[in-house]
């Protein structure tokens, strides 16, 4: 027996034409309160908790079995990580011992020589002043090459440092009394921490200066910018490229892509105008800072109370099981991914995926055929793209091998993990200038999430996100097509969103588009980007349609084409009504349940400037008032608050 809508995650007080998020998702939002250790709670964090669950069912038994006493085996790796990460005694008997040799090294350097100090750094210590990694060649999607980008931010994005506003200033003042904390956390005298304040606040004050927006950092046009190293040398003279990269093990640089030239420009040069001292104390806040979560109470408490507390708005900080899990999670990843697959994903769930993304896959393509402001041209271009998907569902078919990194108990937590890092950086440079791996894995199979990655136009679900209410096979199927096919659909609507489309079936940044179809299509596009922007998520705080222009034409996109795929599915015969809900009207209400959450306002204000992803009552109500099918379906009219007149509704896939 299949089921339909749970009632109790509905709130019918509400009318579903006056706000269609709390209609949907109040009973839910009722059920699920915020408690003190988020700041945001929804739906994705509900099956995060129960995989976080799962998985700590596996670790904690992993450490039972006689291959964890046996050095080198992969229960041995976990056990013994999370065994360190669960040790508080230990942790706050050595207190800041474990980073002391880090800090020596950054006093002892010589900071006229950045190129030698630098290359140290970038082995798997740090990222000051700019940060080097290989990836894939947008202009040959085939190989890898170097990338040279910006450098981040202690406070996440550039508007922090330069928009002058009361939050800010509070957020300011709080970041101030943290940087000094830390100074205190390893010694450091009062002047010496208000030194070293004065030192991160101008460097990372002119780094926001000169950082790309958080809009054009979403053009990936903007961020290819493939030079020559004898352009690079010219062109950024006042540092030793060369030596610097020998030291990192790269000796055959010939050419590698400056992700932001001016920034690179600007920071060259700055860091020649800067005091030694200045460099010093900027690179050992960043070493602390970095290192907090992996040191004694103090440590993780200061990074708490102003990260979390402060920027975020969280009460409490997580138990410790969930922190010192963390650690072997995403450092043997898919390790421990392969455990997850065996014990919680059976193959009947991989099997109805690649049924559903073949119903997608064909929906898409029909919407694509009907558009009604794309050339025949174009669309024979995006319906080659879209037959060439790669589609990976659950676990990758080759795992990754972590037998070259080293857990010894006997070491800091801290050792461990920085050692662990200079492998993975020791990896990645190792792939520069050869093929890139198209069945490498972006996100371990235990990950609640997706991907869409456009320089190998694939889609990627992961086993952790195929789990109830987002797939479940005892649901109705218009609560699957509403649930983990608008997922699908979203992810495959990513390789033709405002980024996506500017990549090839190749995967190549190329100009596929008639110019006539690309101003078509960004004019859909300007008109979404009013629609959110006008949309004030607090007091004097608008959304940011620009900045989340991908994520909201992915939304739609998605919507529509599952609907589409899940009309089809029923062969033109229609489905009957489960308890008063039509079929519709049960696709929407799943719909938004994906996106149920309780949210605190300092979550919001930080979401806004730093997550490309609209808040989810937008990704509801925003998204849902473009489509002509949900109108029908509620039977919205003119004067309701979910109406939006026709001719203002945004179509784009």
Not at 466 to 484: C, M, R, W
Not at 565 to 574: C, F, K, R, V
Request: net charge negative.
């Amino acid at each position: 027996m299949t089921h339909g809508v749970n009632i109790e995650n509905l709130d019918t007080t509400v009318s579903p034409k006056e706000d269609f998020f709390l209609y949907a998702c109040g009973g839910w939002k009722e059920k699920h309160p915020l408690t003190a250790e988020y700041s945001r709670f929804g739906m994705f964090d509900l099956l995060r908790e129960n995989a976080r669950e799962q998985l700590k069912d596996l670790i904690v038994n992993l450490s039972l079995h006689d291959d964890a006493k046996t050095v080198g085996t992969v229960a041995q790796k976990v056990s013994d990580l999370y065994a360190m990460g669960l040790d508080e005694e230990r942790l706050n008997r050595e207190g800041a011992t474990p980073l002391l040799p880090i800090i020596d090294r950054i006093a002892n350097a010589d900071a006229s020589k950045m190129d030698e100090l630098l290359a140290w750094q970038h082995s798997g210590i740090g990222g000051s002043f700019f940060g080097t990694g290989v990836g894939t060649d947008a202009m040959n999607s085939d190989m890898n090459i170097l990338h040279i980008g910006e450098v981040g931010l202690g406070l996440g994005d550039r508007d922090f440092y330069l928009e002058k506003n009361e939050r800010n200033e509070e957020i300011l003042t709080a970041y101030r009394k943290y940087v000094m904390r830390l100074m205190e956390l390893i010694g450091y005298d009062e002047a010496a921490q208000e030194r070293v304040w004065n030192a991160v606040i101008k460097l990372e004050t002119e780094f926001a200066r000169h950082k790309m927006t958080r809009e054009d950092r979403r053009d990936p046009r903007k961020r290819c910018n493939i030079m020559t190293i004898e352009e690079i040398r010219k062109k950024f003279p006042d540092f030793n490229w060369d030596s610097y990269f020998n030291l990192l093990g790269l000796e055959e640089v010939d050419k590698a892509n400056i992700v932001n030239p001016a920034f690179t420009e600007f920071i060259t040069s700055y860091m020649k105008t800067l005091a030694p001292q200045e460099i010093k104390d900027y690179m050992t806040f960043e070493s602390v800072n970095d290192a907090t979560g992996l040191l004694s109470d103090d440590f993780i408490n200061a990074s708490f109370d102003f990260y979390d507390r402060v920027m975020s708005g969280k009460e409490e900080l997580e138990p410790r099981w969930k922190r010192a899990m963390r650690i072997p999670n995403s450092m043997l990843g898919e390790a421990v991914g392969k455990l997850y697959v065996e014990k919680y994903f059976p193959e009947e769930n991989k099997e109805y995926m690649m049924k559903l993304v073949k119903n997608l896959t064909k929906s898409l393509g029909k919407h694509i055929e009907e558009l009604p402001w794309m050339s025949d041209e174009t669309k024979a271009k995006a319906l080659d793209k879209l037959s060439t998907f790669t589609v990976k569902i659950g676990y990758p078919d080759k795992w990754k091998d972590y037998s070259a990194i080293h857990i010894d108990p006997a070491k800091s937590y801290l050792e461990n993990v920085l050692e662990a890092s200079k492998w993975y950086v020791k990896d990645n440079y190792s792939k520069m200038n050869k093929p890139v791996d198209k069945e490498e894995w972006h996100m371990t199979p235990q990950t609640v999430n997706a991907y869409y990655n456009p320089t190998t136009n694939e889609i990627c679900f992961p086993a952790a996100i195929l789990q109830p209410p987002y797939f479940d096979p005892k649901a109705d199927d218009a609560l699957n097509y509403g649930a983990i096919g608008v997922v699908i659909g979203h992810e495959m609507t990513h390789g033709f969103d405002d980024s996506g489309r500017q990549f090839d079936k190749n995967g190549n940044l190329a100009e596929w588009w008639t110019d006539e179809d690309s101003k078509r299509f960004k004019a859909l596009a300007d008109k979404l980007v009013e629609q959110f922007d006008a949309i004030e998520v607090l007091p004097g705080v608008h959304a940011n349609g620009r900045f989340t222009l991908g994520e909201n034409i992915a939304d739609q996109g998605g919507l529509r084409v599952a609907l589409t795929a899940y009309l089809d599915s029923n062969h033109d015969e229609p489905a009957a009504d489960i308890d008063g809900f039509s079929p519709l009207q049960r696709f929407y209400i799943s719909y938004a349940g994906v996106w149920a959450e309780n949210i605190r306002d300092e979550e919001i204000q930080l979401r806004t400037k730093t997550d490309p992803h609209s808040l989810g009552s937008l990704r509801t109500n925003a998204t849902i008032r473009n489509i002509d099918e949900f109108h029908e379906a509620f039977g919205i009219e003119p004067g309701d608050s979910m109406w939006r007149e026709k001719d203002e509704r945004v179509v784009i896939w």
